[in-house]
């Protein structure tokens, strides 16, 4: 394969400090120094899948090698940054929201072992797509009863500020807790709206909620005793 001179060393296995320099002052006999080469890494290609913000499987980057695994099991850091922008390189972690959506460049930068040179490869570009909301929905509130006041329909969904609800298909939505004061069986819907990383979710179903009557509270009459 190719090859690079990589310095000169004192010692037979050329490790320690490369010489670059010799002080005649330094040295009373004559000295051999050796001649370090260094394989260059070839043939390597660097591949990145899109993937959707959130997931929860984020894909890996893959190195590949003409002549398989990498020689030497060599320190591989990813970067990434930008499509087309000259923005420092960031170091690239497995963090499904580390990236927003968007288009991005990879590279990979291969470390020097005893007997390769460093190397980089890439950029390679990939995508961060819109990801779906990860979020607990509302639900119905149970046992509720006619007391000749509103009464919330359901309990606030969680995991994002972006939840609008809903009474019946054709109500308009409203960041508010649906209420209700008069007994009957409702219908709530819920939406969360997209934003630049996730696209709008919109439940269909809906959420069936009951108030009961209310129990009559009767005083019963007293008898007179007439005399």
Not at 79 to 95: H, I, L
Not at 159 to 182: L, M, Q, R, V, W
Request: net charge negative.
């Amino acid at each position: 394969g190719d090859i690079e001179f990589g310095g000169w060393f004192i010692a037979s296995d050329c490790t320690g400090t490369a010489v670059t320099q010799l002080a005649p002052a330094a040295y009373t006999n004559s000295i051999t120094l050796y001649a370090k080469w260094l394989n260059l890494r070839t043939g390597i290609t660097l591949s990145m899948s899109d993937y959707k913000y959130g997931a929860d499987n984020i894909p890996a980057p893959q190195l590949s090698s003409a002549a398989g695994e990498l020689e030497e099991s060599p320190i591989v850091n990813y970067y990434c940054r930008a499509k087309g922008s000259s923005d420092e390189w960031q170091k690239w972690t497995v963090d499904a929201e580390a990236l927003n959506t968007g288009d991005y460049e990879m590279k990979a930068e291969i470390a020097a072992t005893a007997t390769y040179k460093e190397a980089t490869v890439g950029p390679v570009d990939f995508s961060v797509e819109k990801g779906t909301w990860k979020f607990t929905a509302p639900a119905a509130k149970t046992g509720l009863k006619f007391n000749g006041e509103a009464q919330a329909l359901i309990t606030a969904g969680s995991g994002s500020d972006a939840f609008k609800y809903k009474t019946g298909a054709e109500g308009e939505y409203s960041a508010s807790i649906p209420a209700e004061a008069n007994h009957g069986t409702y219908t709530v819907y819920f939406k969360l709206d997209g934003d630049s990383n996730h696209d709008e979710y919109v439940d269909e179903n809906g959420i069936e909620v009951k108030i009961a009557k209310a129990d009559w509270v009767i005083t019963p009459p007293e008898a007179k005793t007439l005399t």
